[in-house]
């Protein structure tokens, strides 16, 4: 439960007594538990807490001083966020003069004393202007009091602004281990680097971030600076260079020096790919040259000194080595796409300040966004809210409904996916007519596993990997890797086996790699290879070793997701099964072959009325009939002779003036022109691959 709360700030100048108190207006402070000497926060572009007293009036908000509000850079009327907090008996601290004379710090701690403060704060006191500079113990808000030790010291206000960001641990939802192992090195680089020196060991210099975009690298490395009250630098990796020589290495220079006299600090450096790339790969000079500035910059950085370099990336493997090593990135934290539990606390967080209606449900958006990214999520309750905002014209009768959310979500895909075609089906099981056995062994085989997960763990049942569809084109083998992806709420990514290949060595196994990474990050995933015998033929049949090169690239993906055990099934669609490469076909990888025969009587019977009822149609077309000289076409076959009987009632309507409805006549005539694409040779074939399916073991 969250202590925070939107009030509209008033100017109480006249009333108020001191620039550390607000004014409260009582019904406010029985509606939120606001009691007398409680310290509220107040969050605007910057942060000030004041201690809280009862207003005499009836105000609807909270008083302050017309330099508190100033100094949050906001305006008097205006709405911010208040939040309760528990102010930390200070043991020292630290205040700037806004001119040099001689203090009396006693008496200063007398007239201070039970002053709430945070960082960067004015004080004003009978002995001058201050500003709070720092702090022990190092929290967000600490109390003064009779213990104190106030320091004051020899530089100006001026001298002494402090860049701390505002956002905090708990505006981040879902990284419960990623920030606890980073504040872990926090603790030991800034908060309390005499640790490291009693047992003989250096604290960490850096650490890199890495994650697809989105997912909250820049917000937790803000957090982190936020939680103790250090100075946050930002380097953007593409801004720093220059086409200048050496403008960018001074640049680098310039912000280090600053962070070390400002410690404790934490330099932020994102995308750090684009000035740290690999020297190996890269042929500028100017990149050697920065790369070379930063190791040394990083290599300079005093044990224990207050200053730690944070880097985020979504391409890990193009930094140059020599910065990925102890004593420079000393540690690697991987900032993963939530999955659902950590989805829904984002979801929670986004929407804690946001009027819901009674019958949104966080758990079942949370279902529903699969593959999202924080951004994403926060891209999703804005559309919804704005959506919701299109109503009225008032803004206090705002209440976003589980409507606005599913309209949005049709606004808003994963943001790092989209590159791939990401996609929740909307094919169902309904949709495919026919196929009864092979639509319950999909079910069984690849939805259930997704679907009730946490019961094949109590159960321990081992879990197939993937699916092969075999049979003839047209029968229906994408459609049903839809339905079971739909099914199941996972994402579906299609790939097409030829678009895979490429002329250049290597890019063909780069494409691999890149579609079995993206799906591991959008899990749980359906992944589809249309025409997979295009990649994964026998090997040794390929002169080039272009697909056998794919193939081991294929192989070693499939082994590795199996190992980590990633909620990711593998579908795959062929009309050459004898011509796959067997070690695709075992358990772990390929382990089930499904057999999707062409239609029988009555699903070609039922496939003819669906499609034919969709257009004006003469009632008396004997569908029985057409399904008896309609064998072995498949269900794109009867899609195109329908398709040519519509097209020849379009012209009869032109002809004569009139709409004219689709006769049995119709699609007798489109039959002459549509083949079937099966014929008994092709059956055989089929066949007597199934029957030696059975005998190897493998069910079909």
Not at 241 to 264: N, V
């Amino acid at each position: 439960m969250t202590n925070e709360f939107f009030v509209k700030l008033i100017n109480g100048t006249k009333k108020v007594r001191s620039r550390n108190v607000c004014l409260v207006d009582p019904d406010l402070m029985r509606s939120k538990a606001i009691a007398y000497g409680d310290t509220i926060l107040l969050v605007g572009s910057k942060i000030f807490p004041l201690l809280v007293q009862e207003d005499r009036e009836n105000t609807g908000g909270i008083s302050v001083h017309e330099e508190v509000i100033r100094f949050l850079g906001v305006r008097a009327g205006e709405k911010v966020v208040a939040r309760r907090v528990d102010p930390a008996p200070l043991k020292t601290l630290v205040l700037a003069p806004s001119a040099q004379h001689t203090f009396d710090t006693r008496r200063l701690n007398l007239e201070l004393r039970s002053v709430p403060v945070s960082r960067g704060i004015p004080l004003h006191t009978k002995q001058g202007e201050f500003a709070v500079v720092s702090f022990e113990p190092r929290v967000e808000v600490g109390m003064i009091v009779g213990e104190t030790e106030i320091e004051i010291t020899g530089e100006i206000i001026k001298q002494t602004q402090k860049n701390i960001p505002l956002v905090s641990l708990e505006d981040i939802g879902g990284l419960t281990e990623q920030i606890a192992s980073l504040k872990e090195i926090i603790d030991i680089s800034l908060v309390k680097p005499e640790v490291p020196r009693l047992f003989g060991f250096r604290p960490p210099k850096g650490v890199l971030l890495y994650g697809p975009p989105g997912t909250g690298k820049t917000l937790i490395a803000k957090a982190l600076a936020n939680s103790v009250m250090a100075n946050f630098f930002f380097i953007s990796g593409p801004e720093i260079g220059s086409k200048y020589y050496g403008e960018s290495e001074k640049r680098l220079r310039e912000i280090f020096e600053q962070a070390e006299k400002s410690s404790p600090s934490i330099i932020f450096i994102d995308e750090i790919d684009a000035i740290a790339p690999s020297r190996d790969v890269t042929n500028g000079e100017a990149d050697k040259r920065i790369v070379a500035q930063l190791l040394t910059l990083m290599d300079g950085i005093a044990s224990g000194g207050g200053l730690l370099v944070i880097g985020a990336t979504n391409r890990p493997n193009a930094i140059d080595p020599a910065l990925r090593r102890p004593g420079r990135f000393d540690r690697e934290v991987e900032i993963p796409v939530p999955d659902k539990r950590a989805r829904l606390d984002i979801i929670r967080i986004h929407t804690r300040r946001i009027p819901l209606a009674e019958d949104v449900d966080l758990e079942t958006i949370a279902s529903m966004t699969n593959g999202f990214v924080g951004a994403d999520i926060e891209a999703l309750v804005r559309e919804a809210t704005m959506r919701a905002l299109r109503r009225t014209q008032n803004p206090e009768d705002v209440k976003v409904t589980m409507e606005d959310f599913q309209d949005a979500l049709k606004n808003v895909e994963p943001s790092a996916l989209r590159e791939f075609r990401v996609e929740i089906p909307n094919v169902t099981w309904e949709d495919i007519i026919g196929l009864d056995m092979v639509k319950q062994e999909l079910r069984e085989v690849v939805e259930w596993p997704l679907k009730y997960s946490n019961l094949y763990e109590e159960m321990r049942a081992e879990v197939p990997s993937g699916v092969m569809l075999y049979g003839p084109p047209g029968t229906g083998k994408t459609m049903l890797a839809k339905a079971v992806a739909n099914g199941s709420g996972a994402n579906f990514i299609a790939v097409s086996g030829p678009e895979l290949m490429n002329m250049w060595v290597g890019e063909t196994e780069r494409a691999i790699r890149e579609v079995f990474k993206r799906a591991r990050q959008a899990s749980p995933t359906v992944v589809f290879f249309d025409e997979i015998d295009a990649i994964a033929t026998v090997r040794g049949s390929d002169p080039n070793r272009v697909t056998d090169r794919a193939l081991s690239q294929m192989l070693t993906e499939m082994d590795g997701i199996a190992s980590r055990k990633e909620r990711v099934v593998f579908m795959a669609a062929t009309n050459r099964p004898d011509i796959i490469d067997p070690a695709l076909l075992r358990p772990g990888r390929f382990e089930k072959l499904v057999f999707v025969p062409p239609p029988d009587f009555e699903t070609r019977k039922i496939l003819f009325q669906r499609l034919v009822t969709k257009h004006p149609f003469d009632e008396n077309i004997d569908f029985s009939y057409l399904a008896k000289l309609t064998e072995n076409f498949t269900p794109a076959d009867i899609k195109g002779a329908v398709n040519r009987a519509v097209l020849l009632a379009i012209r009869r309507s032109v002809k004569e003036g009139k709409i004219s409805r689709i006769t049995g006549e119709d699609l007798l005539e489109s039959l002459k022109s549509v083949r079937p694409t099966v014929n008994q040779a092709m059956i055989n074939y089929y066949n007597s691959f199934s029957e030696r399916v059975k005998l190897a073991g493998t069910y079909a």
